[in-house]
């Protein structure tokens, strides 16, 4: 008789035929940084994650470089917001001062950590948006130069990856481009290639202060009735010359991965994202979950699911348990 659980008897056993497994280098950390300076603020929907001064930034690269994960990923929280978003792609703008003290910082322990910047305007307007404005709605391509002109200011300040989230068409071409002519070929861009349009980002809302003044994102995210026009926008993504792609949210989108990782060659990100990680922190301060073995089952599913990188802001906390043995 066909026996199943034979190979489930003890643990060894189990460790010997896991099909998943994956490492604290596949992680990365996404970090808020804002104006202003001595600020190390809780973000009150994402407890266990903080809103950083550029003066405040040293303590978390410490935690980042002592986890040894694969990279942190900047969000900007300016104090002056405009129209176009212009803070985005000053050559002072928060995120470009962040990677610099970032990367000297790194330079001076002789360490390294990969900094990739988010390009996106909706933390930068003060309407909300994720591009500039025209007659109420977001005009696509008057937003490509300024997406293209943020992610050079960020290859200046000295990022190692841009990653554009706003779900423009044509962004990563425009970026690739603008890249390209300005002695940065050697740049990597990830796109939010599949990125939806979700309830699930409402506390990263709250930390980047980025929600929509009037309406919101459906015209340029993703519907998330749209399995095959998720495998369209991937698509596109990588013949606009993406070297990483991504889906996003994870949880609900996992047959969205599973799909793209038998259509791509690239390597494939999820971003496990801010209403995610809210869902395990209540529930395990209501003792409704244990967290660490929640954790340890939503990052598994998200490799066997077929990613290779996984953006969360559990990454410290599970490169601590995989350390000690016990995620
Ligand atoms: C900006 C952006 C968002 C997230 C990443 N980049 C928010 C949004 O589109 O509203 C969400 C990340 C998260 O929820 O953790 N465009």
């Known amino acids: 008789m066909q026996r199943l659980r034979r190979l489930r008897r003890t643990g060894a056993l189990r460790d010997l035929v896991a099909e998943t497994s994956f490492r604290v280098s596949s992680l990365i950390y996404p970090v808020f940084v804002t104006d202003g300076e001595n600020i190390r603020e809780e973000v009150p929907s994402m407890p266990g994650v903080f809103r950083y001064s550029a003066d405040r930034l040293p303590e978390i690269v410490d935690r980042m470089l002592d986890a040894g994960i694969g990279g942190t990923m900047l969000f900007g929280v300016p104090a002056k917001k405009d129209e176009c978003g212009s803070e985005a792609y000053a050559e002072d703008g928060v995120v470009q001062r962040a990677i610099r003290l970032i990367k000297a910082y790194c330079a ?41 002109r943020a992610a050079l200011a960020a290859a200046r300040a000295g990022a190692d990856m841009v990653a554009p989230s706003s779900m423009m068409d044509g962004v990563v071409a425009a970026i ?20 939806f349009a979700s309830v699930f980002y409402s ?114 906390d599970a490169a601590q348990w995989l350390r000690e043995g016990t995620l």
């Open 176 to 195: 690739r481009r603008t890249l390209d002519e300005n002695g940065f070929s050697f740049l990597p861009v990830m796109g939010y290639s599949a990125k």
């Open 203 to 316: 506390p990263f809302r709250d930390a980047a202060d980025s929600a929509p003044q009037t309406g919101d994102r459906k015209s340029y995210q993703m519907d998330c009735r749209n399995g095959r026009e998720a495998l369209r926008e991937l698509a596109a993504d990588e013949a606009e010359g993406a070297d990483i792609l991504m889906v996003k949210p994870a949880l609900a989108y996992l047959d969205v991965v599973r799909a793209a990782r038998e259509r791509t060659l690239l390597p494939l990100a999820v971003y496990n994202v801010s209403g995610e990680y809210a869902m395990v922190k209540a529930a395990a301060a209501a003792g409704m979950l244990d967290e660490k073995r929640t954790v340890s089952e939503l990052m598994t599913a998200f490799f066997r699911a077929g990613a290779d990188i996984v953006i969360t802001y559990h990454a410290l």
């Open 108 to 148: 001076q322990k002789g360490a390294q950590l990969t900094v990739i910047a988010d390009i996106c305007l909706c933390e930068y307007t003060s309407h909300g948006h994720c591009g500039v404005l025209r007659e109420g709605d977001v005009d696509n391509d008057a937003s490509l130069p300024l997406h293209a």
